[in-house]
């Protein structure tokens, strides 16, 4: 009898649809036109995607982030890493995690400066627990020891996990905040870019590096 259940490869494919989703929802007639564009300025630009060849451990899952919510969550890759810890004994480099981000989940890529510039939190509605006003500082950043250090880029860049940020998506994003301020999405993307928190890769397509990593022995998880 045939099962109508989505196999692992369809459920990675329809997550990178609703990932593309995301971008459409800021405003779908800047982000249509930007993405457009994309494929020439890919074809354009060399990528470095060396990293690739680090995920040799004996258990590697990617982490495809969805929408910001209440909770953060990169909650679930930690969790994944203490499981592993507790039930496998086993850590990086045995234990690889990837944490692939386009556009819904952009704003845990960015520094402090980035999130006040560009008014993230209200953008996104993520308020910062400290204040309970919209977020003006990256509150997915933490210093060691804090108790938010755990889920923070830090803290799972700590225990070996690698951040990436779709191009596609941040052209995408960079149109909608030049509709926005007037100013050239180009520069705007330079400025992004610039912003990257420490250790965040950019690479060509959301779409095209869940398929790599998964080539190369990554499960895949969509966190919602």
Same mark, same amino acid.
């Given at each position: 009898?045939?099962?109508? @259940? ?15 989703g995301a971008v459409a929802a800021l405003r779908p007639e800047v982000v249509v036109?930007?993405?457009? @564009? ?27 982030? !969805? ?7 990169? @909650? ?24 692939g981000i386009a556009s819904s989940a952009f704003p845990i890529n960015v520094s ?30 933490? @210093? ?6 755990? $889920? ?29 301020? !007037? ?15 420490? !250790? ?6 959301? $779409? ?13 998880e969509m966190v919602v």
């Amino acid at each position: 009898m045939s099962s109508n @259940r989505p196999t692992p490869d369809r459920r990675a494919f329809l997550a990178t649809l609703a990932a593309a989703g995301a971008v459409a929802a800021l405003r779908p007639e800047v982000v249509v036109a930007a993405s457009r @564009r994309a494929p020439e300025s890919v074809d354009s630009q060399e990528w470095d995607l060396s990293w690739l060849d680090t995920l040799t451990g004996a258990h590697k899952q990617v982490f495809d982030m !969805g929408a910001l919510g209440e909770r953060t969550p990169l @909650r679930v890759p930690r969790n994944y890493l203490n499981a592993a810890r507790e039930v496998l004994k086993k850590e990086f480099p045995e234990v690889n995690t990837v944490i692939g981000i386009a556009s819904s989940a952009f704003p845990i890529n960015v520094s402090d400066a980035i999130w006040a510039r560009y008014e993230l939190g209200e953008k996104w509605k993520v308020t910062d627990p400290a204040t309970g006003t919209w977020a003006t500082r990256n509150i997915y950043s933490a @210093r060691p020891g804090t108790p938010a250090f755990s $889920t923070s880029v830090e803290g799972l860049q700590a225990r070996g996990a690698i951040f990436w940020q779709c191009d596609n998506a941040l052209r995408g994003i960079a149109a909608q905040f030049a509709s926005d301020t !007037g100013r050239p999405a180009a520069d705007i993307r330079t400025e992004l870019i610039a912003g990257f928190m420490p !250790g965040v890769k950019l690479i060509p397509a959301h $779409t095209l590096l869940i398929g790599l990593v998964q080539e190369r022995g990554c499960s895949y998880e969509m966190v919602v």
